[in-house]
């Protein structure tokens, strides 16, 4: 013989487990996205947004304070030594290579955000188009003729767009209720 009174209250925590498990995220999706809209994935969203807008405005500062301690980019290839970690990121966002660009424009479309058990370190994916004004690699200089005088002109000041477009992968850990980015800057 069992237990009414037992039945119902394993079935009324059952159906709060079911519901906080929904308020947690819903089946609706982030628009644009095929992404679920919940709290954390909004968070989330909402992070490489502002990591978006700072490479466009080319703001070292917070694309530093986006950053995780922990941040390790590998860079996809067995050449480690163009691997670098927080302190290699901060050397590059403060470099001269870095400060030479002088437009950034730079598109995201997202894939896919995957949360891990412990709901503390996610992975985004998208594909992202990226176009940017800097000087060319090498210097030139060439000889020029115009109207029967002859010059040397170089491209010193000479700026040109560049453009990067690709699937990207980027890791992001929760720290102490704040998400960082930990790879894929």
């Known amino acids: 013989m069992f237990n009414i009174r037992r039945v119902s209250i394993v079935m ?4 709060m487990l079911s519901l906080f498990g929904q308020m947690a995220c819903n089946n609706k999706t982030i ?6 809209d919940c709290e ?9 947004e502002t990591y978006r807008r700072a490479m466009e405005t080319r703001e ?12 390790f ?10 691997n670098y970690d927080y302190e290699g990121l901060i050397k ?11 437009s950034v424009k730079m598109t995201i479309v997202y894939k896919d955000i995957e949360l891990n058990e412990a709901r503390n370190v996610a992975k985004v994916t ?3 188009t990226s176009n940017y004004k800097m ?7 060439k000889t020029v003729s115009e109207g029967g005088e002859t010059k040397t002109e170089d491209n010193f000041d000479e700026e040109l767009w560049f453009s990067k477009s690709d699937d990207n992968e980027m890791i992001l850990e929760l720290e102490d209720g704040q998400w960082f980015i930990s790879k894929g800057m």
């Open 31 to 36: 628009e644009g996205t095929k992404i679920e």
């Open 126 to 128: 998208y594909y992202y």
């Open 92 to 102: 590059f966002l403060r470099s001269s290579e870095f400060r030479q660009i002088s």
């Open 135 to 141: 000087p060319p690699a090498t210097f030139e200089q």
């Open 73 to 82: 980019e590998k860079n996809g290839d067995a050449n480690s030594t163009n």
């Open 60 to 71: 070292a500062d917070i694309l530093i304070a986006l950053a995780s301690k922990n941040y």
């Open 40 to 48: 954390e994935t909004r968070a989330i969203i909402k992070i490489i």
């Open 12 to 15: 009324l925590l059952l159906v």
